[in-house]
């Protein structure tokens, strides 16, 4: 995890110290075993002590295998790696089964917490199976600002983007809605299939101006950013790994790196509106007074 590569590792001892070394096959024995034990240890750990706000779920591509990482927010800011699962793509099964893991381990979904996605159906449906219709997603708006552009020509794409960052930085959902819908109409002149792809899911990537969040932790929660940043750690300790084999290898690899991520974690910018955040998050959860009068 280091880049030592295992190959020479007895060289670099002997070279070092009067010491036979390791051999190869006792240091790769070795991380086998103990890297086993952190993954077990991070996938097996209670999380019911835990006040968790915010939950990010996101899905990332590596070695030609899809791994969705779930990511909670504790009340005083700090994060903490919820769970793994490795999977052919992100499909609604992986998710489910994730999420069933975090029940039997402690997590509440029928508290009110924010689920930020990175705009897959397949995460939203398995969210909304286990946190309700009416549980609050906010859409990453950097991959929403991607999927939209990703269908335009090259000389198009970075106003398009300039339009859509302006709209995610204003303060007010109102404003913000506004200038979404105007785009919205400029792209079907331009590109019907991006007018569509800014569409769906639109309010979605504006549930922290429904929540009224500014500043610092209003950018912490508009993104997937804090998983992407722990996963860049996991790709700068497997860029050495040549051969991938089947089995565990790839999530032992990837919860170590993840371990290793958590381990230099800060709380997250902007942790002093956390409070805040609950009691928006229950004001939008409290179902208006007809309804609760028919529950």
Known sequence: MLG??????????????????????????????????????????????????????DGIEFKGQHLIVALGI????????FGLRQGASENATVVGELLDDLVERGVDFSVPILYVLDGAKALTKAVRKHAGSQALVQRCQLHKRRN???HLPEPYRDAVERKMINADQ????????????RLHRELMDLNPSAARSLAEGMEETLTVHR???KG???????TTNPIESAF????????RVKRWRRGDHRERWVGAGLWL???????????????????????????????????
């Not at 504790?74 to 790696?81: H, L, W």
């Not at 860049?232 to 860029?239: A, E, F, G, L, N």
């Open 170 to 181: 204003m303060t007010h959902y109102v404003d913000a809605k506004k200038a979404l819908d």
């Open 74 to 81: 504790n009340i005083d800011g700090t994060k903490t790696v």
């Open 148 to 150: 939209v552009t990703g």
């Open 4 to 57: 030592l590569s295992t190959r020479n590792y007895s060289k670099a001892v002997r070279a070092f110290a009067e010491s036979y070394g390791i051999e190869k096959s006792a240091v790769s024995d070795h991380f086998v075993r103990v890297s086993r034990e952190k993954l077990d240890g991070l996938l097996e750990r209670p999380l019911d002590k835990l006040k968790l706000c915010v939950l990010y779920i």
């Open 211 to 213: 929540l009224q969040l």
């Open 261 to 295: 991520a958590e381990r230099n974690f800060r709380r997250v910018k902007g942790y002093k509106q956390l409070p805040k955040l609950l009691a928006e998050l229950a004001k939008l959860n409290t179902p208006p007074p007809a309804q609760a009068r028919a529950a």
């Open 232 to 239: 860049s750690v996991v790709d700068r300790i497997c860029k």
């Open 216 to 222: 610092w932790l209003r950018s912490t929660l508009a």
